[in-house]
């Protein structure tokens, strides 16, 4: 089993639902985010959270919020959703020494 | 301010050839620096790091990658590239001295090996 699991994998949906991904880990790590991937720039980090009542914004928070669930469990939804959200979002947690990051398989989002 | 730049966006070699992606970083306290690989339809997976000591880092699947402060780079090397090598690949950087989290990414650079 992967130690980062995401769901859905795949979603298509129309402008103005609400929708929500999921992320589960068996790595026991403390540090969880959220990131969203656009071809041709790189990740850039939605919201991240140190433990479960620490949650932060990152760099593009905007239209999307999250939960911290348990310590494992980390959710982004998107409130109301719009086409420009349609990309490729991963969960990743941290490894607490150095940072190096280990992330989920990905959940292609697309809105119409 | 972090940054990564990726300096080309895709990177073309023959199988059996030597390959290095570019990157070069900006930070302001001590770099902790990383490597990513993205196989289609996958997460990243984690290659390898730069923390201190050696400046030359072996990572896994034959990579390695070499530190150079002075040109502010992290080039990732491989003496001989296969086709299953074919991916895009993501620098990456963090600012180790100010205790900081934040991994910043470069844009990506696409490897393709050719059989």
């Known amino acids: 089993d992967a130690d980062v699991t995401q769901t859905p994998r795949n979603r298509i949906t129309k402008t103005g639902k609400r929708i929500m991904l999921e992320c589960s880990q068996t790595?026991?790590?403390?540090?969880m985010y959220w990131y969203r991937q656009d071809p041709g720039l790189g990740l850039q980090l939605i919201y991240y959270?140190?433990?479960?009542?620490?949650?932060n914004k990152g760099e593009i928070s905007d239209g999307y919020s999250v939960s911290r669930q348990a310590q494992a469990k980390f959710s982004l939804s998107l409130e109301s959703a719009i086409p420009n959200q349609t990309a490729l979002y991963f969960c990743?947690?941290?490894?607490?020494?150095?940072?190096?990051?280990?992330f989920g398989e990905g959940s292609r989002l697309t809105v119409l | 301010a972090q940054s990564v730049a990726q300096p080309e966006d895709q990177v073309n070699v023959a199988e059996g050839n030597p390959l290095t992606v570019k990157c070069t970083y900006s930070?302001?306290?001590?770099?902790?620096l990383f490597w990513y690989v993205q196989y289609p339809n996958r997460g990243l997976q984690f290659l390898l790091k730069?923390?201190?000591?050696?400046?030359l880092v072996k990572g896994s699947y034959g990579f390695e990658a070499e530190f150079n402060k002075s040109q502010t780079s992290f080039h990732l090397k491989k003496p001989s590239a296969l086709v299953s090598d074919s991916a895009l690949y993501f620098c990456?950087?963090?600012?180790?001295?100010?205790?900081?989290?934040?991994?910043?990414f470069g844009a990506g650079t696409r490897l393709f090996v050719k059989a």
């Open positions: 990743a947690t941290s490894d607490p020494r150095w940072g190096e990051l280990f």
């Open positions: 790595k026991g790590h403390d540090r």
């Open positions: 959270s140190f433990d479960v009542k620490d949650i």
């Open positions: 930070v302001s306290g001590n770099p902790y």
């Open positions: 730069y923390i201190t000591g050696d400046n």
């Open positions: 990456a950087v963090r600012d180790g001295g100010t205790g900081g989290f934040k991994t910043i």
